[in-house]
């Protein structure tokens, strides 16, 4: 059974840094390709980052993009996400999911399908 848990959201002030894990069981980091995503209130959920589980590529979102780093312990079974210069933009629910890598990519780069396996996500609120 597939099984993904995110953890380390909280209260941040702008400018502020987090780090999201997501500890993963019933598959392997190196047999799926795993993303974060995010929603926020009245927002579509949109894809933040994803990882590739072949060759460890990776995509950003542009809003993203020079502020959160991606990464994946393979022997802890976790996936990360690194984010710095927090701004209030950022404010939303962030899961991650795994799936097929052309499915995930799909979902993450152009929003379009689905994967069946999330999390129950973790709040993110950047606010001072």
């Known amino acids: 059974q597939v099984q993904l848990v995110e953890s380390g959201g909280g209260l941040v002030q702008p400018g502020g840094s987090l780090r999201l894990s997501c500890v993963t069981s019933?598959?392997?980091?190196?047999?799926?390709?795993i993303a974060w995503f995010r929603q926020a209130p009245g927002k579509e959920r949109e894809g933040v980052s994803c990882?590739?589980?072949?060759?460890?590529?990776?995509y950003y979102a542009d809003s993203v993009k020079g502020r959160f780093t991606i990464s994946r312990d393979i022997a802890k079974n976790t996936l990360y996400l690194q984010m710095k210069s927090l701004k209030p933009e950022d404010t939303a629910v962030y899961y991650c999911?795994?799936?097929?890598?052309?499915?995930?990519?799909?979902?993450?780069?152009?929003?379009?399908?689905?994967?069946?396996?999330w999390g129950q996500g973790t709040q993110v609120t950047v606010s001072s």
């Open positions: 019933g598959f392997t980091l190196d047999y799926y390709a």
């Open positions: 990882i590739s589980n072949s060759d460890g590529s990776t």
């Open positions: 999911a795994a799936g097929p890598p052309s499915l995930l990519f799909k979902l993450c780069i152009l929003g379009r399908g689905d994967v069946g396996s």
